[in-house]
């Protein structure tokens, strides 16, 4: 029975893998491929053809995405993109929806943005306890003034779901700051610790070779 088992589990550990991501991705596939909605029904390939292409959303979404970018990095397009805005602006809890996501967008993706690019321990919910954190950026000056701290903004991730978490401001001296990658806190906080990559000697060198890299780059 226990070489049984034993099999068992090897087996379970081969295609659960493989079933959870074949799941995760056929659910992306479906939901991009919503985007085919957009097309007139005389245009769309079950119409055309006889039958659906799964991913062809995907494609015509990449696509999309691509175009808008070309036309808006020219000054008629950038133009079109203020004319717009100025239209949301004036509409009260759009504006404020539009602008939050605009923002956290800008920032996630502009080069020079630091947020969620570093991660650190810190105390919480209270002292003794420490989580896995990531820091988003510097807390408004008006806020630190009120505190009387230095403060640094930091999200805590939930486990296994990291989009969701906890926002909070955190004296800059009481951040644990770590030196190995992100993808690390994000490994241990959708295992929720099971995964402990620093503890692999594989991983471990892969993750000091990545680090001298990037200590390199930034020289």
Do not use: C
């Amino acid at each position: 029975m226990a070489r049984i088992r034993r099999y068992f589990v090897a087996g379970l550990l081969v295609w659960l893998p493989i079933v959870a991501t074949g799941v995760v991705l056929s659910f992306s596939i479906q939901l991009i491929d919503r985007s085919l909605l957009l097309l007139p029904p005389s245009l769309r390939p079950e119409n055309l053809i006889g039958f659906k292409i799964p991913g062809l959303g995907v494609i015509l979404t990449l696509l999309l995405v691509l175009i808008t970018g070309l036309v808006v990095a020219n000054f008629f397009g950038r133009k079109l993109v203020d004319a717009w805005e100025a239209v949301l602006s004036r509409i009260p809890l759009v504006r404020t929806v539009y602008g939050a996501v605009k923002q956290i967008t800008a920032s996630l993706f502009s080069d020079a943005s630091q947020s969620f690019r570093e991660m650190v321990l810190v105390e919480y919910p209270r002292k003794g306890i420490w989580v896995l954190a990531f820091v988003t950026g510097d807390t408004p000056r008006k806020f630190q003034e009120v505190a009387g701290h230095d403060l640094v903004n930091i999200y805590v991730p939930t486990t296994p779901n990291p989009t969701s978490g906890v926002y909070i401001m955190v004296p800059r001296e009481d951040v644990k700051r770590l030196d190995v990658p992100v993808e690390v806190g994000l490994k241990m906080v959708l295992s929720a610790g099971v995964i402990n990559p620093l503890d692999d000697p594989e991983e471990a060198a892969k993750l000091a070779a990545e680090i001298e890299k990037k200590q390199e780059n930034q020289r």
